[in-house]
C-alpha cells in the first residue's frame, strides 16, 4: 500500500459527506432564496459564457470540493502537466496537448528538448500540404485533381477529426468529399470508397502507433482497391497515401514513404491528438487559417485553466460538480446533449476523451480504488433526444446531470427560412433546462384542472441539474474552447482521484483475444484455454455461415 491519504479518509471528503447527509434545498428554493444566483453561478471564459447554477449546489457545497481540489493538489498536477513532466506514470510520458497549441515562441522541454518547435514545423509542413490539395496543385497518379479525402482511423485518430469536420461543415470546402473509415467491418471502407474515382481520392492513414489493427487491415485493402482502380502500378501509392503516425519505422513497413507523414510524438495521447498531425483530414477540409483559429480556441481555454482562480475556474468546477454527482449523490452517468446538429458526433468524442481515460479502478500508485471513477458519458442532439430518452431524465428514478452546449446564431449559410427555426431550436433548449430544475409540482397540474387521479403522473419533481454552455456561434475557435474546456474538465476529475488519466490498458485484452480468436473462425482452428461459452459460439458462427 502507498502512503498516499485515502481519498475517502481525507477530511475534505467526510466534510463532503456530512455537507450531503444534510437536508439538501431544491433547486427552486435556492433560486428563490438568492436572486444573484444565476449571475453568481456563470462564468465566462473566452466566448462561452457557461452558467451553472441550476446545479444542486450551494456556496458551501463549492467551498468544500474547492478544499477537495486543493487536498489532492489538482493545481500542482496542473502545473506539472502544463511543464512537460511524466504525468502518465504508467508509460512515463509526458501529457503535453497543450504544446500541439502553443505559441512559435514558447518553450516546453521533455527530456530537455524545447519540443515547440517541432509542433510548428509540422503544423507548416501540414498547412503547405493542405495547400496543394486544397489548390489542386497536389494531383493523383494520373494528374487528376484530388477530389476525395479519406480518414482511415480509429479511436483518437478518427474520432476527433470526423467529430470536428462535422462540427465545423460549414467551413469546409464543398467541393471535397471527406469521409472518415474506422470499423474494420469491410461495409466501412466499402460505403466510404463506393462512388469514389481512385484517381481523384487520397487516402490518410492515421495512427499514433501504425500497429491497429482495424487501421491497418483497412489502409491495406484501400491500397488494394487503389491500385485496382488505377491498374496496378505500385508508384500510385506516393501520391494517394499519406500517414500521420509517431512510428516512422512502421510507416515505411507499410509503404508510405516518410516524406509523405507528418509526425506527432509519444506525449500526445491518441484521444488528445486531434489538434496534431491526426487533424490533417480536418485542415484540408477547413484549410490551414481556420486550423490556426482553432488552435487559438484550445489555448484559450488552456490558458484559463491554467491562470484562473479556482473560483473562476470553468474546468475546475465543471470537474468537481461531476465529483459530486458521481461520489456524494450516486450518478452513475452524465449526458452531453448539444443543441447544434453540427455537434451530432461530439458526445461521441467525448465519450472516448472521458471514459477512456477516467474508466480506471486503480490508484496512481498501483492500489484499488474504493469510490466511484469516471461516468458514462451519453448523448445526442438534443431535441431528438428530447423525443426518445428525456423522459426518464425528467420522470425516471435515476439522477442525470447533463450539459447543455447551445449557440445564439444559427451557421451563416443558412437560409433565411432554415435560420429563422433557430429561435425554435433554442426555446427547447432554454425550456428544457428550465423544466429539469424546476419541474411543476402538484398545486400547479391541479391549478390546471387536471383530474385528481392524473396528478402524480403529470408532476414534475424537478431538481434535476444541469449546466449550460452558450456560444455566439460554432466557429473553428469556439470549437477548440469546448474541446479543451472538456478535456480539463477530464484532467480535473482524473486528480481527485488519484489515477492515471493517460494509459488505457483497459482496451488490450480484448485486442489480444481478438488476435487468438481470429484462426478459429477463419481456419477453424483450435483455441487453447477458449471458454465453453466462447467456443460453443465459435462453432455455430462456423455453421451458420456456410
Ligand atoms: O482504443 C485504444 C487506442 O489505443 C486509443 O487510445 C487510440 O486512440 C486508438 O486505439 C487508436 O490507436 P492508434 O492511433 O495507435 O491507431
Known sequence: MSDTPKLTQRPEWIALEEHRSRPQPHLRELFAADPSRAERYTVRVGDLYIDYSKNLVTDETLRLLRDLAAATDVFGLRDAMFRGEKINITENRAVLHTALRAPRDAVIEVDGENVVPKVHAVLDKM?????????????????????????????GSDLGPAMAYE????????????????????????????????????????????????????????????????????????KHFVALSTNAEKVTEFGIDTANMFEFWDWVGGRYSYDSAIGLSLMIAIGPDRFREMLDGFRLVDE?????????????????LGIWYGNFHDAQTHAVLPYSHYLSRFTAYLQQLDMESNGKSVQREGDPVQWQTGPVVWGTPGTNGQHAYYQLIHQGTKLIPADFIGFARPVAELSDTLKAQHDLLMANFFAQTQALAFGKSAEEVRAEGVAEEQV??????????TTTILATELTPSVLGQLIALYEHKVFVQGAVWNIDSFDQWGVELGKVLAKRVEPALTEGAEVPGLDPSTAALVAAYRTLRK
Open 304 to 320: 484559463h485553466f491554467r491562470t484562473a482562480p479556482a473560483e473562476a475556474n470553468a474546468p475546475l468546477i465543471l470537474g468537481l
Open 167 to 238: 462540427a465545423l461543415r460549414a467551413f469546409t470546402d464543398r467541393d471535397l468529399t471527406v469521409r472518415f473509415v474506422s470499423n474494420v467491418d469491410g461495409a466501412d471502407l466499402h460505403e466510404a470508397t463506393r462512388d469514389l474515382d481512385p484517381a481523384e481520392t487520397l487516402f490518410i492513414v492515421a495512427s499514433k502507433t501504425f500497429t491497429t489493427i482495424e487501421t491497418i487491415t483497412n489502409a491495406t485493402s484501400a491500397r488494394s482497391w487503389l491500385l485496382a482502380g488505377l491498374g496496378g502500378d505500385e508508384a500510385a501509392v506516393a
Open 127 to 155: 498547412s503547405d500540404f493542405a495547400q496543394r490539395v486544397r489548390s489542386g496543385e497536389w494531383t493523383g497518379h494520373t494528374g487528376k485533381r484530388i477530389k476525395n479525402v479519406v480518414n482511415i482511423g480509429i479511436g
Open 456 to 465: 402524480t403522473h403529470r408532476t414534475f419533481h424537478g431538481n434535476h441539474p
